[in-house]
């Protein structure tokens, strides 16, 4: 469980995903890249939002949803099959690593 405290309205939904980069790096987590894309093993793309690497070496996929927005039925059966065990692997600049979990922020108020 990951706490946050976000700004409530007046920002963009850029603004949003701006506050939870901030607040995760504050707490220690690596800032790995912003839009990285990731296949699953049955060759679904995904991309987050986020992408940063716990202390503990865990890397995470950060989705960030505003106001009243919520994950389509792909992202969230995506995001089910990510573990350590089934990690999803990175394309593009992101080639090489591995989401090896999945971190969603919800309900940050924007304009």
């Not at 976000?6 to 790995?32: E, F, M, P, Y």
């Not at 986020?50 to 969230?76: H, M, Y």
Request: aromatic letters at 4%.
């Amino acid at each position: 469980m990951v706490n946050l405290h976000l700004r409530k309205g007046g920002i963009s939904g850029q603004g949003a995903v701006d506050q939870v980069r901030t607040q995760l790096s504050d707490k220690g987590w690596t800032h790995l890249g912003d839009e990285l894309s990731v296949r699953n093993s049955n060759g679904q793309l995904r991309r987050y939002d986020l992408v940063f690497k716990k202390p503990d070496g865990t890397i995470v996929g950060v989705e960030v949803k505003s106001n009243t927005a919520t994950k389509t039925k792909a992202q969230r059966l995506f995001d089910e099959g990510v573990s350590k065990a089934t990690p999803a692997k990175g394309v593009g600049k992101f080639k090489g690593q591995e989401v090896q979990e999945v971190l969603t922020i919800k309900n940050v108020m924007c304009k």
